[in-house]
């Protein structure tokens, strides 16, 4: 057999459909037309593979994700008012150069933690960004309906009927959609409560997904430490990945289930621990409930719904009138 790496070997493979819909980020093209025949896809986070990318400016997942983006970032235009009626508002605009954590103009970040394990310390660099979750109580409980749980599995915020209100954020066990105050429909029907703004995260770059493309940051990894593909035979890499390494996968149950499964050789309870201690937020609390299954949630669910429901009709309504689809 000539001798070829293992990269060209998996683009070969992968073009004679040998290893099914699981695809790595040499091969972009065909993933995502394989996710696309088998519904829902999915992403595995390897944490074995992530180096944190030494020696770059930022990390390449960051920055393939700020430069794919960067059109939807928020534009402030004028003076932000408070969040009346707090005394205060969220702008990151003045600050969107800030790269060590989540911001409305920064929706992926890398978290660098050491983690000691059965007589050996673990330098492990975590991708962290929405982990599209199965059942989303930010989509569920947004009073709004501005936020969908799509059917190939990416969950959005509609930056045009979103207000702000963070509901979203205070639901998610991650806290990931963040605000930027000043911009989105106060601007336009409410100016003095234009300090609510619009919520803003990963979106698992929709566009290219739905189009038989891959996310930007999992094309851009150097160390192939994101693998996308059909959501189902992510899970299964990711056990067996993690088999492998007699290691643990992080996602799979969490929140009732995502589709993003984060593989490491260290105890996930640890890592949250070692994150904690750094004030690294988001944590990584292994087993966490979702919040639409407590009985708090449920009722919320329920009262929500209706209202909800009402916002979709009529942003429904205003799309039809402009002949939008
Ligand atoms: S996931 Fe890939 S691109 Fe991102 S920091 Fe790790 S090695 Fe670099
Ligand atoms: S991670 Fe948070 S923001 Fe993303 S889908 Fe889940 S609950 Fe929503
Ligand atoms: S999937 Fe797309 S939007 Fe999400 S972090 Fe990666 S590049 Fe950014």
């Known amino acids: 057999m000539p001798n070829i790496s293992r990269r060209s070997f998996l683009k070969r493979s992968i073009a004679s459909g040998v290893v099914g819909g699981l695809v790595?980020?040499?091969?972009?093209?065909?993933?995502?037309a394989q996710a696309k025949t088998t519904g829902q896809v999915g992403t595995i986070i390897d944490l074995t593979k992530c180096d944190g990318c030494p020696g770059r400016e930022m990390p390449a997942c960051v920055e393939a994700c700020r430069t794919k983006n960067k059109e939807k970032f928020?534009?402030?235009?004028?003076?932000?008012?408070?969040?009346?009626?707090?005394?205060?508002?969220?702008?990151?605009?003045q600050k969107q150069q800030v790269i060590n954590r989540l911001t409305p103009y920064n929706w992926t970040f890398v978290q660098a933690v050491q983690v000691e394990h059965e007589g050996?310390?673990?330098?492990?660099?975590?991708?962290?960004?929405?982990?599209h979750c199965d059942n989303p109580p930010c989509a569920h409980l947004c009073p709004f309906s501005a936020q969908e749980k799509t059917p190939e599995g990416p969950v959005l915020i509609n930056p045009n009927i979103c207000f702000g209100g963070a509901k979203c954020r205070d639901v998610c066990p991650w806290q990931i959609p963040q605000r930027q105050a000043g911009v989105g429909l106060y601007t336009k029907v409410a100016p003095k409560y234009v300090g609510g703004g619009?919520?803003?995260?990963?979106?698992l770059c929709y566009d290219l997904v739905k189009t038989g493309g891959v996310p930007a940051c999992v094309a851009a990894c150097p160390k192939e430490a994101i693998v996308f593909g059909p959501k189902e035979e992510m899970r299964i890499e990711a056990r067996r990945r993690a088999e492998g390494i007699n290691g643990y996968v992080y996602g799979e149950k969490e929140?009732?289930?995502?589709?993003t499964f984060y593989v490491s050789p260290v105890p996930f309870a640890k890592i949250d621990r070692a994150l904690k201690e750094q004030q690294s937020m988001p944590g990584m609390k292994p087993a966490v409930e979702n919040y639409l299954e407590t009985p708090n949630g449920i009722a919320k669910g329920l009262l929500v719904a209706p209202v909800a429901g009402i916002f979709a009709a009529g942003y429904a309504a205003v799309k039809t009138m402009k002949g939008e689809d």
């Open 120 to 131: 050996k310390l673990h330098e492990l660099h975590i991708q962290r960004r929405c982990m």
């Open 74 to 93: 928020p534009k402030v235009e004028g003076e932000i008012q408070d969040y009346w009626p707090q005394k205060k508002h969220e702008d990151w605009s």
């Open 198 to 203: 619009v919520m803003y995260k990963c979106d």
């Open 24 to 32: 790595l980020s040499g091969a972009p093209k065909m993933l995502g």
């Open 255 to 259: 929140n009732g289930g995502t589709s």
